[in-house]
């Protein structure tokens, strides 16, 4: 096509023969003969990528009026005032036929429906129709999903064309307020327009909800012709500002609902499944029953229908079709229903409006609890998170605050300004785990919503999209919670087992045991209680406690009362009793077992393989980190006979410790992280810290693996320990081109890093949700071990995108301070050489504020030796490399360090956390972002605490959506 007929207005004279091949955006598509348009943007000025566009054999460009021009060009340039509607027409003309008859809808909430329901009355009316949107694009013969509600005018009107060209010849489209504030629907011919209602939204675009609001009217101010129709409520939030405009422009003007003058809404009456409506229309009154809940799908149906009715389906067909509408996917969609019969729905409702719309549609129909489970997505409107943690907790029962599309915020900082305005909801960040336990609670009456994501069949972490459909979700979880209750679990363990793998003497009665616990803070009925003897407690002196708590059995080493009701099985020593009976969970079971130790990372390496193995099937680890003498028999006791995957986190602080360990826990897959100088109080060198982390290979099964860090200075240590403990295959991970498992590329930023690995010659890209490399690298060690116990790879990816860093472990908050926020991150609960150098790399990639500083609190780290001093000072250095701005001090060690630090770094030393708080706050300015590091004897929780509980309003987050 010549260009002069993509531009007819403009005499371009000779160059107006100049043929155009092709029309884009974007310079990477160019090909020789395109018009390239050069749009200015948000954050780019396309007229940078005019070289790239002319050496890819572009044959003319468009540009803005006033574009400044990178070089003199030898080709053809269209300016104009507004590039982006000049793009669009020229699109429009490129791409010829449109369907005949063009219907638009723009509002906040009920656009995909109102298209959705349009495309159906025109099917019924006879006409081959489609709408396009949210949805992608849908025809009675499938559906093409896309991503954006209106997408941009080169793709739109390339879809347009092949719909024509197919014989569409009725569209409803969904109009968004980008779209139509960018021009992409410029050059479409709308003979119709509707409007729904205005809420809060998108106000991470438009600066106001008045703004949002005239972005809105664009459509039937200027797209909409001479001859168009407008349909709206006259009584819906913005309908009258809508119904100005037709009437200040003399458009035909259609109203409906309850003042409704082409269909007036003279009653409704809910169902429970659906809801019967008398509807008045040219003076008839029409009897209906729309198989959709909700007032507002009401309102949606008849926006509809007159829709159809404006560009001439007779009224009479267009209100009939609307007895037999289907629900747009994902739209208070009932996607399963409990052994109970209770329903379980899926919703895309994702603002506050739409939010409290649904719940109170739900409530009618609610007989016993509405559970509600939703987020809020990242990078995105921030001021709506709060607005919907109120309406949940107004409008639920039950609220459980999970992940939605976090994007490049860290999620559960999402979660903690929802959970702010939301008391008593839980919390649970694993949006697959919240859907199983919503659905696991509920009984007979109650209704369950999963909002927020609707038809989406992704998750969004970082810049990566993992798939995920909440219906298929909950499906599965009605699945699960049908098939438990048709088999119930078997107990833990039984009364007579315990005696019997224990040898002790059994006084009682035998039955189930449910748990194992050696915490009567924390025992649940049905527990049998250990009375562990510990340095501080004996356990025997709260066995009176554990029964009343519900124990059905206390474990001891001395005769004790107990209930009639009760049992009480004696042995000879209680701590060794116990890891009697995790030696007897290990023999019985068919699990495929991982056993973790390092210096650093090996709780966050737990928790990673917990979730990533939890993919695959069933996965049992501890859920703190009780990784010694006591805690690592009490974890191993607690593995059922349902369990698929065992995780055991191993720790020491002397040689010889891991062995016992290991060879009760026998693991397949024995992982060290990464060795440091760590305990090396009680050790020669880092050379025997190694030594004492390899005996966890002592404990391997037949056949098992070691996997460890090809990275370190000390892997041959390793490798060659394991060789001496017969161990026949070893797995390096790391970034050298040797590692079985290799890191690729890992882009990192202070939510996460987005990974690419080689696992065993296979490439996989994931997030890790948990920040700095440290983690990125650890999970190479993760997908290592999964992949060696036969899980599923690419599903353990992509669980990583939720693994959040806990309290004391680099937990990341936004703490309100005066003119606005610091960030906080709190790493306070352990630290060693190596870790404060991980942390140093975290704070240095945390975004903050322009003039804004990095600071690091810093506090001694313990069991460091003769060379305490030396490992302090040379922390000065690796400050430095990360940029850190400003250093403070804490402790008699911490001294070298802080004496070695140049003076403009310096903020302040004290000789404790406590004296440190106020230094620490005084420096402390809006946009800052803090590091509260030490060992856990150091108590740097004190400044964590002081800096929280003392701001002007905490917002306390994870980081993990």
Avoid at 619 to 624: E, G, L, M, R, V
């Amino acid at each position: 096509m010549r260009l002069a007929d993509l531009v007819p207005d403009k005499d371009l004279g000779a160059a107006g023969g100049v043929e155009i091949t092709g029309v884009t955006a974007d310079s990477r598509d160019v090909r020789p003969g395109y018009l390239f348009a050069a749009l200015p943007g948000t954050r780019v000025d396309g007229a940078r990528f005019i070289p790239q566009a002319l050496s890819a054999g572009a044959a003319a460009i468009l540009a803005g009026t006033a574009a400044e021009l990178p070089q003199e060009i030898d080709r053809p340039v269209v300016r104009d005032a507004d590039p982006h509607g000049r793009l669009a027409r020229i699109a429009a003309r490129f791409a010829g036929r449109q369907p005949e008859t063009v219907v638009a809808v723009t509002g906040t909430a009920g656009k995909t429906s109102v298209a959705a329901f349009t495309r159906q009355i025109f099917s019924q009316a006879g006409h081959r129709a489609a709408s396009l949107g949210t949805l992608g694009v849908v025809t009675d013969e499938g559906t093409d999903y896309g991503s954006l509600t209106t997408p941009d005018p080169v793709h739109l009107h390339q879809k347009l064309s092949v719909l024509a060209n197919d014989g569409v010849t009725h569209l409803a489209l969904e109009a968004s307020s980008h779209g139509i504030d960018q021009r992409r629907l410029d050059g479409v011919a709308i003979r119709a327009a509707a409007f729904t209602n205005i809420g809060r939204d998108h106000l991470d675009y438009h600066p106001t909800v008045e703004a949002y609001l005239a972005a809105k009217l664009r459509l039937f101010e200027t797209l909409l012709p001479e001859d168009g129709a407008v349909v709206v409520d006259p009584l819906s939030p913005g309908g009258d500002a809508v119904a100005r405009v037709a009437a200040e422009r003399g458009l035909r003007l259609l109203t409906v609902g309850r003042s409704g003058a082409a269909l007036r809404l003279l009653e409704c009456r809910p169902t429970t499944s659906g809801q019967t409506v008398s509807i008045e229309a040219a003076g008839r009154v029409y009897d209906l029953t729309i198989p959709l809940l909700g007032g507002f799908q009401v309102d949606n149906a008849l926006l509809s229908a007159c829709l159809a009715i404006a560009v001439g389906v007779p009224a009479s067909e267009a209100l009939a079709a609307l007895e037999s509408l289907e629900g747009a996917p994902g739209r208070l969609e009932l996607v399963a229903r409990t052994a109970d019969g209770a329903p379980v729905f899926v919703d895309y409702a994702h603002k506050p409006d739409a939010l409290k719309t649904v719940l109170e549609t739900l409530r009618e129909i609610t007989d016993g609890r509405l559970i509600v489970v939703f987020g809020a997505g990242g990078d995105r409107d921030r001021g709506k998170r709060s607005l919907m943690g109120e309406v949940a907790a107004a409008g639920a029962d039950v609220v459980i605050v999970t992940d939605d599309n976090p994007r490049t915020e860290e999620p559960a900082a999402i979660r903690t300004e929802i959970l702010a305005a939301a008391p008593g909801a839980q919390e649970i960040g694993d949006r697959r785990e919240a859907i199983r336990t919503a659905i696991a609670s509920m009984g007979p009456g109650d209704v369950c919503v999963v909002a927020g994501k609707g038809h989406e069949t992704g998750q969004i972490f970082g810049t990566q999209t993992h798939p995920f459909s909440d219906a298929d979700e909950v499906r599965e979880a009605v699945g699960l919670v049908s098939d438990a209750a048709a088999k119930p679990a078997a107990p833990l363990w039984t009364i007579g087992a315990i005696a019997q793998a224990t040898g002790g003497r059994l006084t009682g009665s035998d039955g189930a045991v449910t748990g194992i616990s050696i915490d009567t803070r924390t025992l649940a009925p049905g527990d049998a209680f250990f009375a562990i003897k510990g340095d501080r407690f004996d356990g025997h002196a709260f066995v009176s406690a554990a029964y009343e708590a519900g124990a059905s059995v206390a474990v001891v080493s001395a005769p004790v009362d107990r209930p009639e009701a009760r049992a009480a099985i004696e042995v000879g020593d209680v701590l060794q009793a116990m890891g009697d009976v995790g030696r007897a969970a290990r023999a019985r079971s068919q699990a495929k077992v991982v056993a973790v130790t390092g210096s650093v990372g090996k709780t966050g390496t737990k928790e990673a393989l917990r979730r990533a193995l939890s993919a695959t099937g069933p996965t049992h680890a501890s859920s703190a980190s009780h990784n010694n003498h006591w805690g690592v028999p009490l974890t191993l006791s607690r593995l059922s006979q349902q369990d698929a995957f065992g995780v055991f986190e191993i720790g020491m602080n002397h040689a010889g410790e891991i062995t016992p360990l290991t060879r009760m826990v026998r693991p397949h897959v024995a992982v060290v992280t990464t060795v440091g100088p760590v305990h090396i109080e009680f050790f020669d060198s880092v050379e025997d810290i190694a030594r004492a982390k390899a005996e966890i290979f002592l404990g391997l099964e037949p056949g098992g693996v070691a996997v460890v860090n090809g990275d370190d200075a000390i892997t041959s240590i390793l490798i060659d320990e394991a060789g001496k403990a017969g161990v026949d295959r070893i797995v390096r991970f790391g970034s050298g081109a040797d590692a079985d498992v290799r890191l690729i590329a890992c882009d990192e930023s202070a939510g996460g890093s987005d990974v690419t690995a080689d696992v065993f010659g296979r490439e996989i890209r994931y997030r890790v949700g948990a920040p700095g490399r440290h983690s990125a690298m650890n999970s190479l060690a993760v997908l290592a071990a999964v992949d060696l116990v036969g899980a599923d790879v690419e599903k353990g990816a992509a669980e990583l995108a939720d693994l959040e860093a806990g309290a004391g472990r680099g937990l990341q908050s936004e703490i309100a301070v005066p003119g606005g926020t610091i960030r906080l991150i709190d790493d306070a609960f352990n630290a060693n050489p190596s870790s404060m150098r991980a942390a140093f790399e975290v704070l240095a990639r945390t975004p903050v504020e322009p003039e804004a500083k990095r600071v690091a609190v810093l506090g001694d780290m313990f069991e460091l030796g003769d060379e305490a001093p030396r490992y302090h000072r040379e922390l000065s250095d690796a400050l430095q490399a990360a940029d850190i701005d400003l250093v403070f001090c804490a402790g008699p060690l911490m001294r070298n360090l802080y004496d070695a630090l140049p003076g403009a770094l310096r903020g302040a030393h004290a000789d404790t956390a406590a004296d440190l708080v106020e230094p620490v706050r005084a420096a402390l300015t809006a946009g800052d972002a803090v590091l509260v590091k030490g060992s856990k004897a150091s108590k740097m929780t004190e400044v964590v605490a002081a800096l929280t509980e003392h701001a002007a309003s905490p917002s306390r987050h994870q980081p993990q959506g």
